[in-house]
């Protein structure tokens, strides 16, 4: 019988939500990962525990991983993938030894989660995150100007879209810029425009049914050992659920599953 806990994503020490902040709010548990690692490195046994002790000392459990990152030659099928596959499933044993059994992964190429805004206000003052697809669409047009980006709109969609965006002032041109090169919570890998180009082109020739026979091959690999370490997998959907960038985005309707 499964019963739900209640648990609070904490992105580590840069994190301007302590610790202690979780606890009052009343959680029990705790979602979080090493951050300082890249993907494609393993994560030391000694480093978990003393990150998971850490978490203990303020009352709280460390229930689930999000995210152990899976490397972009996995999802591309690079040949370095089976010894990348192998660095991962090192890092699935050392969280199972410590007593760490969810893990949550995805198969986003290259970007995990986008949002438009990191900091929208709300009418009552709160801060959210907050995705708008015409300041996407206007970023991926008009500002990083990707490659075949004009072939997927309309006539009457594209110069709705380049009147939205030669209305936009210069702050929030660059907000949207900004945000859209900003590193995941937690993280240190910023972007810039060439940078985002270039790693967009990597994915240029990858089809969806390519990403998905790389995901099963992926799957073959990890699956027994989860088995075999009472651990559960979780695959994060791709967020928003639908391609960006022209990336060949494969977890987002019911047919993927």
């Known amino acids: 019988m499964y019963t739900l806990i209640q648990c609070m994503r904490w992105y580590g020490h840069k994190d301007e939500v302590t610790l202690q902040d979780i606890r009052q709010a009343g959680c029990t548990g705790v979602v979080s990962a090493l951050h300082q690692y890249l993907p494609g490195e393993i994560w030391d046994y000694d480093t978990i525990i003393q990150y998971k002790a850490e978490i203990e000392n303020h009352g709280l459990k460390w229930e689930v991983v999000e995210s152990l990152p899976v490397h972009d030659h996995i999802k591309l ?3 370095d993938r089976d010894d990348l596959i192998r660095k991962y499933i090192l890092s699935m044993q050392n969280l199972a030894k410590a007593g760490i059994k969810v893990i949550t ?11 438009t805004d990191v900091d929208y206000q709300r009418e009552d003052g709160s801060g959210i995150l907050y995705f708008k697809k015409d300041e996407y669409a ?7 100007k990707r ?4 072939d997927e709109y309309s006539t009457a969609e594209y110069e709705r879209l380049k009147h939205f965006y030669e ?26 425009m060439e940078d985002l180009r270039q790693k967009i082109e990597k994915y240029r020739k990858v089809t969806r ?9 992926f799957l073959k690999k990890i699956c027994p050992v989860a088995d075999e370490s009472g651990i559960q997998l979780a695959v994060h959907p791709d967020d928003p659920p639908y391609s960006v960038f022209g990336l060949p985005r494969i977890i987002h309707t019911s047919a993927d599953c």
């Open 77 to 79: 099928g690079y040949e």
């Open 105 to 115: 992964y995805n198969f986003m190429p290259l970007l995990d989660w986008l949002r």
């Open 138 to 144: 206007v970023f991926d047009l008009f500002i990083l």
């Open 147 to 150: 490659h075949d980006a004009r």
């Open 167 to 192: 209305k936009l002032g210069q702050s929030e041109i660059d907000r949207i810029k900004n945000n859209f090169l900003l590193p995941l919570p937690g993280a240190d890998e910023h972007f810039n």
């Open 209 to 217: 049914e390519k990403m998905k026979t790389n995901l099963v091959y």
